[in-house]
């Protein structure tokens, strides 16, 4: 399997974790309905719950790109301003596979 992987980070406002958890949890749905997702999850920082991060896998990088035109993207960073407390990170990757074919891929 090749594609992009694609790991955002979100730091919440003191205060504002549950507004940026329902806020990130929001986009799951239609993601996954959006034709080039492969596998997106977000997940919570055991170690500071504030910290949040989307695992995404993506067909391509046009499909990332569309993904942040859809309509819940869109909604969703217009909300970021007021809930995080510093600009999110957002990195793609390239998958350098080795060892196990399903263990060595997200």
């Excluded at 090749?2 to 504002?16: C, E, H, M, Q, Y």
């Excluded at 997106?40 to 067909?59: C, K, N, Q």
Aim: glycine fraction near 6%; charged fraction near 25%.
């Amino acid at each position: 399997m090749s594609g992009l992987t694609v790991v955002a980070r979100a730091k919440a406002k003191p205060g504002r974790e549950a507004e940026l958890e329902q806020a990130m949890r929001a986009v799951v749905v239609p993601t996954h309905q959006e034709a080039g997702c492969i596998r997106y999850a977000v997940h919570r920082s055991l170690l500071d719950p504030r910290i949040f991060i989307t695992v995404e896998h993506w067909t391509s990088k046009e499909a990332v790109d569309q993904h942040f035109g859809t309509a819940h993207v869109q909604a969703l960073l217009k909300q970021v301003p007021e809930l995080l407390s510093e600009p999110p990170d957002i990195t793609l990757y390239e998958l350098l596979p080795e060892g196990h074919s399903e263990k060595g891929r997200l």
